[in-house]
């Protein structure tokens, strides 16, 4: 075992702890939604969504306007940061890359909803996993949000 393979249960459950079984301070929850549309293309034929929803102990906030402007007109105002989120682990806990950001394939289409604050149906534009033990994603919404 490696120190990151011991390591990575134990940051999962301290992040649990703002989930609803610790403080329950979180008030924002992700569903990472896969569409696909029986046409293969979107819009054509009827939907089937397949959902991925994250407990609530990640943190969901809007990008500072520090991080818009150093971002070289990468990120908006209006985009969300997601994270920190565990890695996957030999024990099971955490997500995996393939979970957080699936691959968009034709006729597929990858929707992140956010419920509670900041509510809305979004699009990733960024994966951070250069870190080891935790990975952050940066969301814009989309235009056709309700």
């Known amino acids: 075992m490696s120190l990151r393979t011991d390591l990575l249960p134990v940051i999962d459950e301290l992040r649990a702890l ?9 008030t924002s929850q992700l569903t990472i939604r896969t569409r696909t549309w029986a046409g293969g293309r979107r819009g054509l ?9 994250l407990e609530k102990r990640y943190k969901i906030r809007e990008l500072s306007l520090r991080e818009v402007s150093g971002s070289g007109g990468a990120f908006e ?6 994270g920190p989120i565990t890695p996957t682990d030999v024990s099971g806990g955490g997500y995996t890359a393939t979970q957080l950001a699936p691959d968009g394939q034709q006729g597929t289409e990858i929707i992140y909803v956010i419920t509670g604050d900041l509510a809305g149906e979004y699009a990733r534009i960024d994966f951070d996993q250069t870190k080891p033990f935790s990975w952050y994603m940066t969301l814009r919404k989309r235009r056709t949000t309700p």
């Open 45 to 53: 034929g009827p939907i089937s969504d397949s959902d991925l929803t």
């Open 77 to 82: 105002m209006g985009d969300v940061k997601v």
């Open 18 to 26: 703002a989930g609803p079984t610790g403080f329950d301070v979180r």
